[in-house]
């Protein structure tokens, strides 16, 4: 299937020919028609899956028509409010629709918390079409009247599941009743859970439903594969991967901040260049980390659960889970950020004893066990072993002994070094503070 078909205009077609797109991903092949007619819109799609341009190019295509070359403020209202948690995701989507509205005489801006306000007034009082912004920052311009949106007709809630754990409904509702002219609704979403359902009833008017994604379902063409590891050496064998594997660009995750920064300079005092991303650095701080990540300039970007959702890192090959999540769906967004818009994708898991609830919680999630491998060097050392062992790598598995609903994988693991040197245990541990 080409763009072409999908009911959009040359010069939105061209600034998507010069992106690459040859063609349109399946979230954006379903909801671009829909859009266009005007209909409301529910969608399970989470970032990676092209869904920026899903909703962007045909909001582009609407307005359009009002577009203005005039000096006037007033002649350029907000017409289309997008909503989205994370500041990342507000610089994202809103580099997007730069480039995707490159040919259309329309203005885009985006606002978020983090960086002073006054820079954004500026922007909003100059006129914008298009605002992209996160609820806490637009909130405080509507506390300071330095937005006006009453002629919000497009309103796209992104991230839906994520706007819920992080407690923005009640700013959304809030934002919602100051749309008196909104004709179009857009809520997308990684997962349909009751809750968003719930939401959808709520914003929605007979929203067409889009469901790429299956529920809860890792994509296809990211390989998964699990390290089972002693928690102290979690570290070395990262490394170990990395130079091994000769991997350019890898974004690991980390539970906490702590434990984040503290990888970041391990690594870094050990030659590989990283560098923490997590919500307690100055906004300066984040996009620059971010940007010599994208350059290339730092390896490792170690980053915590909230800090790295949205971050959209274009051909993004590898992700390594330092520690696994506490909720199972997190292990499922992280991994989505590798094997983005149909690339390949590796998704590296380093598992320790303490971690085994945690797996078992992922596989139930992922209906499927994860593939394990073992580095011989890195093998387990069975002698720290306070708990029982159930079911933990290959050979040595002490418990029931039959291995069924243990943490790992029944399936053979492949050793991967042929000698078995074994370091003794230090001092140094990443575990999370
Ligand atoms: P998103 O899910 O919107 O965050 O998009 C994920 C990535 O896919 C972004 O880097 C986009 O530039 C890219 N992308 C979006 N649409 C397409 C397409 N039709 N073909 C190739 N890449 C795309």
């Known amino acids: 299937m080409s763009f072409d078909t999908l009911g959009l205009s040359a010069d939105i077609l061209r600034a998507v020919a010069e992106e690459g797109y040859t063609e349109p991903t399946p979230v954006q092949a379903e909801a671009i028609p829909l859009v266009l007619a005007g209909r409301d819109v529910l969608a399970a799609a989470q970032t990676g899956t092209g869904k920026t341009a899903a909703f962007a190019l045909p909001i582009l295509e609407r307005l359009k028509v009002q577009a203005n070359t005039s000096f006037s403020p007033a002649r350029h209202p907000v017409r289309a409010l997008v909503l989205t948690p994370t500041r990342e995701l507000a610089m994202q989507i809103a580099e997007s629709v730069a480039t995707y509205g490159k040919y259309v005489p329309l203005r885009s801006a985006v606002v978020y918390g983090g960086i002073p306000i006054d820079p954004q007034i500026k922007v909003l009082r100059s006129g914008v079409e298009i605002l992209v912004a996160t609820p806490g920052r637009l909130m405080d311009h509507v506390g300071q009247h330095t937005v006006n949106l009453s002629q919000v007709e497009v309103l796209v809630l992104d991230e839906g599941d994520r706007m819920l754990d992080m407690g923005f409904i009640p700013d959304i509702r809030k934002i919602v009743a100051m749309l008196p002219n909104r004709s179009q609704t857009m809520l997308f979403s990684a997962t349909f859970s009751d809750e968003i359902r719930r939401l959808a009833t709520e914003f929605l008017t007979n929203p067409a439903i889009v469901e790429v994604a299956r529920r809860n379902t890792a994509a296809d063409n990211v390989e998964q594969v699990l390290y089972p590891v002693d928690r102290e050496r979690k570290e070395d064998l990262l490394i170990h991967l990395i130079r091994r594997d000769h991997m350019k660009q890898v974004l690991v995750f980390t539970r906490t901040k702590l434990a984040a920064s503290r990888l970041a300079s391990y690594l870094d005092r050990r030659g590989v260049a990283a560098v923490a991303i997590h919500s307690d650095r100055s906004q300066p701080e984040r996009t620059r980390a971010l940007e010599d990540f994208k350059t290339g300039e730092v390896t490792c970007l170690v980053a915590t659960d909230v800090a790295s959702r949205g971050l959209d890192i274009e051909e993004l090959p590898y992700v390594v889970n330092f520690e696994l999540p506490f909720e199972p769906q997190d292990y499922i967004h992280r991994i989505g950020r590798t094997g983005r818009a149909g690339l390949s994708g590796i998704a590296i898991s380093l598992v320790c004893m303490d971690e085994v609830e945690l797996l078992k919680g992922v596989q139930r999630l992922l209906k499927h066990q ?64």
């Open 370 to 433: 994860i593939p394990y491998r073992v580095v011989e060097e890195f093998v387990p050392d069975r002698s720290v072993e306070v708990r029982p062992l159930r079911g933990f790598g290959p050979g040595g598995r002490a418990g029931s002994g039959s291995g069924r609903g243990s943490g790992f994988g029944a399936g053979a693991a492949t050793p991967e070094h042929g000698h078995a040197h074994r370091k003794p245990l230090r001092g140094h541990s990443g575990a999370p503070g």
